[in-house]
Every structure is written in C-alpha cells, then in structure tokens.
C-alpha cells in the first residue's frame, strides 16, 4: 500500500544463502537493529522525514518506512559413506538486521507519546519477517540434514541436490512475507492505522 508522499513499508527482501566447506560447531541466529535519523517536532514532520531519508530498496530506490535483510552462511559435513555421500551436520549462522527510524532530536512529551505507539508497531510488523525468516531455517535444517546420495563419493551430486529444498524454503519464506503484508499493508491495514495514529495528532 502506497501512503503519504509514496512511502510503503517493505516486505522483507531475500537474503543470501553462502555455503561454507569446512565443520564448525554450534549455529547462532544473531538479530540486530540498524537505526537510520530522521528529524522533526510533529508527527507530520517525522513521517515526512522518514519519507525523505528511509532506507532506498529496489532497482527504483524507492524509500520505504523499515526494512528487515538476513544473511545465512553455512558450514556443512559431508561424509562420504558406502560409495555414497551424506550431509552429516549443517551448522548456520543466521544475522537477521532490522532497519528503522529513529528521531534524532527529543519530542514534545505528547509526540514522544504517539511515536512510541508508532514504532513499536512497526517494529512488531518487523519482528514477523524475522520470524519467518528463522522458519526458513528451520524448514533447510529438516529437508536437508541427513539427505544421502548414492554412488557419490566426491561428494559433488549431494551439494546440487540440496539447492531443490533450499530453494523451496526461500521461496516459501518469500511467500508467507508477502501474503503478511497483503494483509498488514491493505486499505485499514495495521500499518495504515499505525501511520494515521501517528500523524493525525498534529
């Protein structure tokens, strides 16, 4: 949904999917906060603000409101076993970074009031992307760990052929974002009524 002066807030965007030879131990999911500054005295002002310095995405480089980006790298155990090859243990390193808008300058006591309710909002609609982020994960280790291939000692087949699972849960991460902010983003939506809350105190 398209808002004032064009702002939308993002689905969250594809990460990378990197696979590293060697075996390590122990995966760690890791989620950060990246703020960016905006400016301004009324919730107008700060919603104007986020529209002019929000995070620029896509080939358009439109700005939207917060955007939420993972990166996952693997180190994964293939044994050769039997003529065959079996991913023994998959350890991931899971970075989920959410960026979102912070006022650089203190609010009046009533403005502090609706931003809060503002942000906190968004950064909730955010925590859901990260959270069907880490499902993703979930459904990689599943469909992956334990796979054997036969007559594969290199160890080469069985690297090609989990891509089909890695790629089936990408896309189905990519599909529960987007059906999450049909409904979050549509004409009374949650976002909508966080924006208006916002702004319409002024």
């Given amino acids: 949904m398209i808002l004032k002066n064009g702002l939308v807030l993002l689905t969250a965007t594809a990460g990378f999917v ?4 060697s075996a390590q131990a122990g995966g760690r999911t890791i989620e950060q ?3 960016y500054a905006i400016t301004g005295a009324s919730g107008a002002e700060l919603y104007s603000s986020i529209g002019q310095n929000g995070p620029a995405v896509g080939s358009s480089g439109r700005r939207v409101i917060a955007h939420t980006f993972f990166t996952l790298t693997w180190s994964r155990n293939y044994v050769p076993q039997g ?6 243990s998959a350890t991931p390193k899971l970075t989920i970074t959410y960026t979102l808008p912070k006022p650089a300058n203190a609010l ?20 859901v992307h990260g959270d069907h982020m880490k499902a993703m994960l979930k459904r990689i280790e599943a469909t992956t760990i334990g796979v054997s291939v036969p007559n594969d000692p290199g160890c080469q087949k069985i690297r090609k052929q989990i891509q089909t699972p890695l790629s089936e849960a990408s896309l189905a991460q990519r599909q529960e974002s987007s059906e999450f902010d049909r409904v979050e983003m549509g004409p009374g939506g949650n976002i909508q009524r966080l924006v208006l809350g916002l702004v319409n105190g002024d």
Wanted: glycine share 10%; charged share 30%; hydrophobic share 40%.
């Fill in 108 to 127: 009046a006591p009533a403005v502090q009031k609706r931003w809060d309710v503002f942000i906190d909002g968004i950064r909730r609609h955010e925590k």
């Fill in 83 to 88: 003529g065959g090859c079996t991913l023994v």
């Fill in 18 to 21: 990197l696979a590293a030879s």
């Fill in 33 to 35: 906060e990246k703020p």
